[in-house]
């Protein structure tokens, strides 16, 4: 019988192993790199491997990039809803106080007793609304918008109103009522024409103002007399005194204030231009 060499059976040494040789040497040599387009997310074809799919599409980047919808929705709710919040319902009362102050104070002409009272009851509790509601936001973070410009004026408006009531009923020099007035709201007009230098913060003369104010305008609503009228006399007048040297002291400030500003920002021009 006729061998077949072994040569002949095994076939070339290139060619042993047929085209399944060919393959498991291609998938035994290094595999290649992918495509900078896999690690953008977007599908690619890999030699030999096919197509790849990204390991994160374009949507799922832009879901993680942008907030959803509903949770800015979300967020919009709860900025709202804080506009009701215990320190500002507060001074919304203080607001509510003021005609109702007005119409006890000037009830039967204004001279009645029990009247001036029930007025005097209505100034205590703004009053003392005035002292907790900035302290309510300032330690429980409840600050607004809608409080920073509120606040100061439901201030003015019932001590504005008490003065004005007290003047027009003969109980209060005008002058009085116009230098107190007159102080508040140049004060007020001052911090914003130099608030884009900085903020005048708070003395505690100033402290002391609204302390004496209060006091003084409310034993003049009350209807007081012998000593009491008298002592009252002088309580204003410290509360005067006290007035005029605070909106002195603010200007001041804000003189200081505005020159600083104003040198900071040459110096920072200057730097610019070097």
């Given at each position: 019988?006729?061998?077949?060499?072994?040569?002949?059976?095994g076939g070339?040494?290139?060619?042993?192993?047929?085209?399944?040789?060919?393959?498991?040497?291609?998938?035994?040599?290094?595999?290649?790199?992918?495509?900078?387009?896999?690690?953008?997310?977007?599908?690619?074809?890999?030699?030999?491997?096919?197509?790849?799919?990204?390991?994160?599409?374009?949507?799922?980047?832009?879901?993680?990039?942008?907030?959803?919808?509903?949770?800015?929705?979300?967020?919009?709710?709860?900025?709202?809803?804080?506009?009701?919040?215990?320190?500002?319902?507060?001074?919304?009362?203080?607001?509510?106080?003021?005609?109702?102050?007005?119409?006890?104070?000037?009830?039967?002409?204004?001279?009645?007793?029990?009247?001036?009272?029930?007025?005097?009851?209505?100034?205590?509790?703004?009053?003392?609304?005035?002292?907790?509601?900035?302290?309510?936001?300032?330690?429980?973070?409840?600050?607004?918008?809608?409080?920073?410009?509120?606040?100061?004026i439901a201030?003015?408006?019932?001590?504005?109103?008490?003065?004005?009531?007290?003047?027009?009923?003969?109980?209060?020099?005008?002058?009085?009522?116009?230098?107190?007035?007159?102080?508040?709201?140049?004060?007020?007009?001052l911090r914003?024409?130099?608030?884009?230098?900085?903020?005048?913060?708070?003395?505690?003369?100033?402290?002391?103002?609204?302390?004496?104010?209060?006091?003084?305008?409310?034993?003049?609503?009350?209807?007081?007399?012998?000593?009491?009228?008298?002592?009252?006399?002088?309580?204003?007048?410290?509360?005067?005194?006290?007035?005029?040297?605070?909106?002195?002291?603010?200007?001041?400030?804000?003189?200081?204030?505005?020159?600083?500003?104003?040198?900071?920002?040459?110096?920072?021009?200057?730097?610019?231009?070097?």
């Open positions: 019988m006729t061998g077949v060499p072994a040569s002949a059976a070339p040494p290139a060619a042993k192993g047929g085209p399944a040789g060919a393959v498991a040497g291609a998938a035994s040599g290094p595999a290649p790199s992918a495509p900078s387009d896999v690690v953008s997310g977007t599908a690619a074809v890999v030699p030999g491997v096919g197509v790849v799919a990204g390991a994160a599409s374009d949507a799922d980047v832009d879901s993680d990039a942008r907030p959803a919808r509903g949770k800015k929705i979300a967020a919009a709710a709860v900025n709202q809803a804080s506009v009701w919040n215990i320190a500002n319902l507060l001074t919304m009362l203080r607001l509510l106080l003021v005609p109702g102050f007005v119409a006890l104070m000037l009830a039967d002409g204004g001279y009645d007793p029990a009247w001036r009272s029930f007025a005097w009851a209505a100034f205590a509790i703004a009053m003392i609304t005035d002292l907790f509601d900035g302290h309510l936001a300032r330690t429980y973070n409840l600050v607004t918008d809608f409080g920073k410009i509120a606040d100061p201030d003015k408006a019932i001590m504005g109103a008490a003065l004005i009531c007290l003047s027009g009923l003969g109980d209060l020099p005008w002058w009085v009522t116009i230098v107190i007035l007159g102080r508040e709201l140049g004060i007020t007009l914003f024409l130099v608030i884009r230098y900085g903020v005048i913060p708070a003395s505690r003369g100033g402290k002391l103002k609204t302390l004496s104010q209060g006091i003084a305008v409310g034993m003049y609503i009350l209807a007081l007399t012998g000593w009491l009228a008298t002592a009252r006399f002088w309580v204003m007048a410290v509360a005067v005194v006290l007035t005029v040297a605070t909106g002195l002291d603010y200007v001041r400030q804000a003189i200081v204030l505005r020159r600083q500003g104003i040198a900071e920002r040459k110096a920072a021009l200057e730097e610019t231009e070097a």
